[in-house]
């Protein structure tokens, strides 16, 4: 039973146009959301969180969207550069109880 | 500047031995936990430690036990390694406030188990 969903295996943008990466959720007592990236060879790395108090965050080219009433978040990456080219993790916690991960979405930037 | 570290990148053991994956981290962060990362599962949780000596079952714990003697190392075992347990192992550990449930990795181990 996947609590979190990420159901684009992978996703393919130009270099300076805008990634969207989607997340679903079903547990309703998730409040607190992150976003992990991976590079091969490397342990995932904090990316940007947004709490369930809120519905956007933004730092630099990365905002994450959050729509409680649909269980759904995104990632934007806003212009994309082929550096960016990684996998992408979703992650949710419940009142400070342990994370739980999406199966994580391959982003590549074509230059 | 903040580090986890796991003891190696590569491991090849064969079925039925006893593999230990070691992790240090030096932010004297409270919780340490093991993953591990399959293609299409992502990232599934095996055990997680909130203080020294305490650890508690994740989402799949079955066929490994761990060990947290000191506050910075915590240790996975697989006590009889299997095929299915080859897979990329990673360890984080987080300060443990709620609301900043912020994990840091390490580079993961690669294990296969031939």
């Known amino acids: 039973d996947q609590q979190v969903k990420q159901n684009s295996p992978s996703l393919s943008v130009q270099e300076g146009r805008i990634s969207i990466l989607n997340c679903d959720y079903t547990?309703?007592?998730?409040?607190?959301f992150l976003w992990y990236k991976k590079y091969p060879a490397e342990g995932p790395t904090f990316l940007i969180s947004?709490?369930?108090?809120?519905d956007k965050n933004e730092d630099g080219r990365f905002t994450v969207f959050l729509n409680k009433s649909a269980k759904h978040l995104s990632l934007h990456i806003v212009p994309s550069q082929p550096g960016d080219s990684a996998v992408y993790f979703c992650?949710?916690?419940?009142?400070?109880?342990?994370?739980?991960f999406g199966a994580g979405t391959i982003l590549r930037v074509k230059s | 500047d903040v580090k986890v570290t796991q003891s190696s990148r590569y491991l090849v053991k064969r079925t039925g031995e006893k593999v230990f994956l070691e992790c240090v981290q030096d932010m004297d962060h409270e919780n340490m936990f093991w993953y591990r990362q399959d293609p299409g599962l992502g990232l599934r949780l095996i055990y997680f430690s909130y203080d020294v000596k305490m650890k508690e079952k994740g989402d799949i714990p079955e066929g490994y036990s761990v060990s947290r003697e000191k506050k910075e190392r915590f240790s996975l075992i697989l006590e009889s390694a299997s095929t299915n347990q080859t897979s990329m192992y990673l360890c984080?550990?987080?300060?443990?406030?709620?609301?900043?449930?912020?994990?840091?990795f390490g580079s993961g181990t690669q294990l296969s188990v031939l």
């Open positions: 984080a550990s987080s300060l443990g406030v709620i609301g900043n449930e912020k994990l840091f």
């Open positions: 547990n309703s007592m998730f409040d607190y």
């Open positions: 947004i709490s369930s108090i809120k």
């Open positions: 992650a949710a916690s419940a009142q400070g109880n342990k994370l739980v």
